[in-house]
């Protein structure tokens, strides 16, 4: 686990190795939060984060969304998707649940144009499953904000996971 500070004196490549993976394939956003350092606390460093995202093109926020693998898929994806997806029962689906589950994504897919995200991370299968078919009804311009506050959500997690809440004054 690393501090804020370990965070604020490491190197442009260490920060990157340290931070890289936080939002899922797209390293760009700790590229560019580097050169924020430093950063006062967890809560800082993540809220500038978000920023970066916030104030990047809508391409950029769509191949971020693009970047996150279709919930319960058995594709290849990051060792933090597949531990969020363990923890919430979807790397053992049923083969009946698993059906569902591509059948559900496919369609969101169709609809929306990216995957279905949501912040996995205490809930269940049942859970992620009756989020996904509330939200295939909501317009694409909703979805798309929705994706991206689950985004800023799993970023959290996973910056709490990995560096300790320690204030820098």
Do not use: C
């Not at 569902?100 to 995957?115: D, L, R």
């Amino acid at each position: 686990m690393y501090t804020i500070k370990n965070l604020n004196d490491a190197t442009y490549e260490q920060f990157i190795e340290m931070t890289g993976s936080i939002f899922e394939h797209s390293p760009w956003i700790a590229e560019q939060a580097e050169r924020l350092k430093p950063f006062r606390s967890l809560s800082h460093l993540h809220q500038e984060m978000v920023k970066i995202v916030e104030n990047s093109s809508f391409e950029q926020k769509l191949a971020l969304i693009k970047a996150h693998p279709n919930l319960g898929d058995r594709a290849a994806m990051t060792a933090d998707s597949v531990q969020e997806q363990q923890g919430a029962g979807l790397q053992n689906l049923t083969p009946v649940e698993y059906k569902q589950f591509i059948s559900m994504n496919q369609q969101y897919m169709v609809k929306f144009g990216f995957p279905f995200i949501l912040a996995v991370r205490g809930k269940n299968k049942e859970q992620v499953y009756e989020v996904m078919k509330e939200r295939i009804h909501h317009a694409k311009e909703i979805e798309f904000e929705t994706a991206l506050s689950e985004i800023y959500k799993i970023a959290l997690l996973r910056l709490e996971e990995k560096i300790t809440n320690i204030t820098v004054l």
